[in-house]
């Protein structure tokens, strides 16, 4: 009997990992929900525009190509990531302050873009 109720309690603690694993909105780099409270996040990147990410891009219009890409050309400026682009975004339309590029945020957001394809 011992043997049955352990092997019960471990199917259902499979049958909850396997449910929680596809039920999830992780990428493999990043929350791409909490990516998405980022990009509508006006205090995102502490700028003093009180605009946010989705002010010049509702619902990620014009980015749904930006995940793939490798290089971006902003106002005339080269980068070579999506986290530079996203920093270039911080610094002249949210006039905020550059994030660090591997932050818990830069990482969601970058989650959240690449979603949007």
């Keep these: 009997m011992k043997v049955l109720k352990i092997a019960a309690l471990s199917l ?3 049958g909850l990992l396997v449910f929680v694993a596809c039920t999830s909105s992780t990428d493999t780099n990043g929350e791409i929900g909490k ?3 980022v990009f509508n996040d006006v205090n995102f990147g ?12 509702p619902d ?4 749904e190509k930006a995940g793939d890409k490798k290089e971006f050309n902003i ?13 270039v975004c911080i610094e002249m ?7 660090d590029p591997v932050s818990e945020d830069m990482v ?5 873009i690449k979603s949007l394809k």
Aim: with cysteine; net charge positive.
């Design 12 to 14: 259902m603690a499979i």
């Design 35 to 37: 990516g998405k409270m």
């Design 46 to 57: 502490a700028g003093t525009s009180e605009k946010s990410c989705n002010s010049c891009h």
């Design 60 to 63: 990620g219009k014009g980015l």
């Design 75 to 87: 106002m005339g400026k080269k980068q070579n990531s999506l986290e530079e682009a996203v920093n």
């Design 93 to 99: 339309a949210l006039k905020g302050k550059a994030i």
């Design 108 to 112: 969601n957001i970058v989650a959240y």
